[in-house]
C-alpha cells in the first residue's frame, strides 16, 4: 500500500513509514493514465529522490480528474432520498432505483472546485437545509480500473433536491461542494466490508451529530459502479467515483457556519472540513 499526498511543493509519497518525493516526471494525471498504476506508483517511491517529513499542509490528492457519484447505493440514504421528496411525489424514484441493475450516477465536481482537509466547504445561501455526506471514493485510470481511494464528502442540499428531483444538480454541484483526502490510498485491493466510515461534526467544541456504518452495506459491487461509469463514457484522466453515504443525519439537523466535519476511513485518514456560506 502506498499513499500518496498532494502538497504546494508537489507529489510526496508514502510507504511503510517512509516519505519520499519522487521525480519531476511524476505526477497525479500520470498516476492516473498508467496502464498498472500501483506499480507505477511503487517505482516511484523505489527512485524518490528525498526523504521528506511527512506532510501537513496538503492540497486535494486530484489534478485534471472529473469527480462522480453514486447515488442510493445504501438502504439508508435510499430511506431518506424517499422521505426528503415525498411533497414533491418523487419518493418512488428512490426505492426504483434501489432495485434497478442500472446505478444512479451523476457529475460531482471539477478539480478547482473540490475543497482539502483543512479548507472550508460550503452550503447554499438559498438553501436551509444542508448535510455533509461522508462516502468511500474510488480512483479509477483511465482505463477504468480501479487502483486506490481516498475519503469523500458529497455535500447536499437536501430542500431543493427533495422539492424536485430535477434540481439535484443544484443540489449537488456548486464551488467547494465535495471534498477530497487527506490523501489517496494505491492499492490492488479494495477495502475489505469491515472497513469502517465514521463521521463526526462539531459545533463551537461540542459534537453535534456523529455516525458510522461499513463498506460492506454497499449494496452495489464497487467494481460494478466504475464499469457502469465508464460504459458510454471516456475520461483521459481517469476519474474519482464516490460511492453514496449510509449515514444521514436526522431531519431536524443542517449544517451551520463555522460547524467542522470530520470523516474517517481507514488507511486513508480524517478528511477535516470547517462550513462555509
Keep these: 500500500m502506498i499513499r500518496l499526498f498532494s502538497t504546494p511543493e508537489g507529489v510526496v509519497l508514502e510507504r511503510d513509514g517512509r516519505f519520499v518525493r519522487p521525480s519531476a516526471a ?8 498508467s496502464e498498472a498504476p500501483t506499480a507505477y506508483a511503487a517505482a516511484a517511491c523505489d527512485t524518490g529522490r528525498i526523504i521528506v517529513a511527512r506532510p501537513t499542509l496538503l492540497h486535494a490528492p486530484l489534478q485534471s480528474q472529473e469527480v462522480w457519484a453514486a447515488g442510493v447505493t445504501y438502504l439508508r440514504s435510499m430511506k431518506a432520498r424517499m422521505e426528503e421528496s415525498k411533497e ?6 428512490y426505492d426504483r432505483v434501489y432495485a434497478a441493475d442500472r446505478p444512479e450516477l451523476f457529475f460531482k465536481s471539477t478539480p478547482h472546485r473540490v475543497a482539502a482537509t483543512a479548507t472550508p466547504v460550503r452550503i447554499r445561501r438559498d438553501s436551509t437545509w444542508n448535510v455533509p455526506e461522508p462516502e468511500l471514493t474510488l480512483a479509477i485510470n483511465s482505463r477504468g480500473r480501479i487502483f486506490g481511494y481516498t475519503v469523500g464528502n458529497d455535500m447536499s442540499s437536501r430542500d431543493i433536491e427533495g422539492e424536485n428531483p430535477l434540481y439535484l444538480p443544484q443540489a449537488k454541484v456548486y464551488a467547494r461542494s465535495a471534498a477530497l483526502g487527506p490523501c489517496l490510498v494505491v492499492a490492488d485491493e479494495l477495502p475489505a466490508p469491515t472497513t469502517e466510515i465514521a463521521i463526526e461534526i462539531r459545533r ?74
Design 88 to 93: 414533491a411525489g418523487g419518493g418512488s424514484f
Design 204 to 277: 463551537a467544541g461540542t459534537g453535534v451529530f456523529s455516525g458510522r456504518t461499513n463498506v460492506g452495506q454497499i449494496k452495489r459491487p464497487l467494481p460494478s459502479l466504475a464499469e457502469w461509469l465508464f460504459r458510454e463514457d471516456s475520461f483521459p484522466h481517469g476519474a474519482y467515483l464516490m460511492t453514496g453515504t449510509g449515514i444521514v443525519p436526522p431531519d431536524t439537523f443542517t449544517l451551520a457556519v463555522g460547524d467542522e466535519i470530520r470523516i474517517t476511513i481507514e488507511p486513508v485518514g480524517t478528511l477535516v472540513n470547517t462550513v462555509e456560506q
Design 26 to 33: 511524476f505526477s497525479i494525471d500520470a498516476l492516473f493514465t
